[in-house]
């Protein structure tokens, strides 16, 4: 069987979407399929990533400065072109292949009904990873792994009435590292002995550096910091130079143990996203601040039932917001217990209903 993945990574976008994409090809690789990706060279792109990972992968040109790409989406400028040129670049792609692509994944908040209509006659079968909710799409499977109040009945008018939905945490894609260190293993006692911070792959902002300052305003340094940041971040050296100067950070790039890191944490600092739900099915309590819009109702949502404490977007959180958020939960050891019970238990069954997606998308 021969899949065929559509996504990008750059500065913009961020790397979730490659990350996440990754973790499901590694999961059907193991079930015998054929993966191949297909990312447009963007700056921030992930194919050192990729091709580490031992799959093949087809670069589409990079784009030419000062290109009008026209607003089909809300997203229609991630793709770099517009959208009738990547998708006849895809086309291209799948043909030079020279091979039957059974199916076709897309994670691409640029990509919609329009581009999907027309490169679905060169594959069997097609499937569409989303968050948005936002446009329509012409897809066989859909999956949307987010909570969101109302989320079964997201995509009733913006997919075909035969698409199969898989939809909610439950199926939320985790690498298998994940499920080495299950939360069974582990009792959350709410004391804080080492904080796990990470803002996605790129972070743009710097919100590592907020959240590093932060602490600092700390009057306790009993306390470690993992720091973890991936290679494209552009505030690398600066990150690295901070966590130098104090004994009490731990500088990771681009660690492929993340997990392993997760599990040894006490508390997290960081995104929503793909972490978010990392987080939640370890049972590691987190203090959130958002960094894209997507994010946000997401994040409200865990608030709301105790599986995060929500401090708002990045542009409206302070220093002071996330110094007095650490010092409350060091306070109040009970309140993390019951964050991390409360977080455990949205992921519960997420092995099994993994199994069910994986069967879906080989059928």
């Not at 089909?72 to 009738?84: E, I, N, Q, Y």
């Not at 898989?166 to 002995?193: A, M, Q, T, W």
Request: glycine share 4%; hydrophobic share 40%; net charge negative.
């Amino acid at each position: 069987m021969n899949i065929l993945f559509r996504t990008d990574a750059s500065i913009e976008i961020g790397t979730g979407h490659v990350m996440r994409c990754l973790t499901l090809a590694n999961a059907l690789r193991k079930k015998g399929a054929n993966i191949t990706f297909v990312c447009r060279n963007l700056q921030g792109h992930l194919a050192e990533v990729i091709r580490a990972q031992q799959f093949d992968l087809i670069m589409l040109s990079e784009p030419k400065k000062n290109v009008v790409i026209p607003k089909a989406t809300p997203h229609s400028d991630w793709l770099g072109v517009p959208w009738h040129v990547d998708s006849a670049e895809t086309i291209s792609a799948i043909k030079d292949i020279n091979k039957e692509i059974s199916l076709l994944i897309i994670d691409h908040y640029a990509i919609d009904i329009n581009w999907e209509m027309k490169v679905k006659k060169h594959v069997k079968k097609m499937m569409v990873v989303d968050d948005l909710a936002d446009r329509l799409h012409d897809c066989d499977i859909l999956l949307d792994q987010n909570l969101y109040p109302h989320y079964e009945d997201r995509y009733v008018n913006l997919v075909p009435k035969s698409c199969k939905q898989f939809l909610g945490p439950e199926y939320v894609l985790l690498r298998d590292e994940f499920y080495s260190f299950h939360p069974s293993n582990k009792n959350c006692d709410g004391s804080v002995r080492k904080i796990l911070v990470f803002f996605g792959g790129t972070d743009p902002t710097n919100e590592t550096k907020k959240a590093i300052n932060a602490f600092k305003q700390l009057s306790s340094h009993d306390i470690e910091l993992d720091i973890v940041i991936g290679n494209t971040n552009t505030h690398k050296n600066e990150i690295e130079s901070i966590c130098k100067k104090h004994a009490f950070c731990s500088f990771h790039c681009q660690v492929n143990h993340i997990a392993e890191l997760m599990y040894n944490a006490d508390l997290a600092i960081g995104a929503g996203g793909t972490a978010a739900w990392e987080r939640c099915f370890l049972g590691l309590p987190a203090i959130v601040i958002t960094v894209a819009e997507n994010q946000e109702l997401i994040a409200q949502t865990l608030d709301q039932l105790g599986a995060i404490q929500y401090l708002g977007p990045k542009e409206s959180v302070k220093e002071s917001d996330i110094a007095s958020a650490i010092n409350e939960m060091i306070n109040n050891p009970s309140s993390l217990i019951q964050m991390s019970k409360k977080a455990r238990m949205l992921l519960e069954g997420n092995m099994d209903k993994r199994q069910n997606l994986l069967f879906e998308i080989l059928k």
